[in-house]
Nanobody, 125 residues
Framework: QVQLLESGGGSVQAGGSLRLSCAASGLTYCMGWFRQAPGKEREGVASIYTPYGATTYADSVRGRFTISHSNAKNTLYLQINNLKPEDTAMYYC?????????????????????WGQGTQVTVSS
């Protein structure tokens, strides 16, 4: 079992930056960030295979978002730069159990078993 707790969301103006954090308890090798805007489906943003630090990004965020993980703190991060109004959403941290870490680059909801409660990001123009 993996428990996840996100923090770091907030309201910012377009062009600003935020750093989201997700404190994890329990063993996991594949973690990801997802977001869900009102009226839209939850979408994968980025994932990381923590033993190697291998990362994957959605095309819509590549170059502006950076996912990282601290093994010492067992904490997942998402650095978001040059925020745009279309980035407004609830952002969720997610993780897979250790025996389901293959193809961590597949950042789809059904592949992740454990979820945080979410942290809201609101970007104004």
């Amino acid at each position: 079992q993996v428990q996840l707790l996100e923090s770091g969301g907030g309201s910012v103006q377009a062009g600003g930056s935020l750093r989201l954090s997700c404190a994890a308890s329990g063993l996991t090798y594949c973690m990801g960030w997802f977001r869900q805007a009102p009226g839209k489906e939850r979408e994968g943003v980025a994932s990381i295979y923590t033993p190697y630090g291998a990362t994957t990004y959605a095309d819509s965020v590549r170059g502006r978002f950076t996912i990282s993980h601290s093994n010492a703190k067992n904490t997942l991060y998402l650095q978001i730069n040059n925020l745009k109004p279309e980035d407004t959403a609830m952002y969720y941290c997610a993780a897979r159990p250790p025996d389901n870490s293959l193809d961590c680059a597949s950042v789809v909801v059904r592949m992740f078993d454990f979820w945080g409660q979410g942290t809201q990001v609101t970007v104004s123009s």
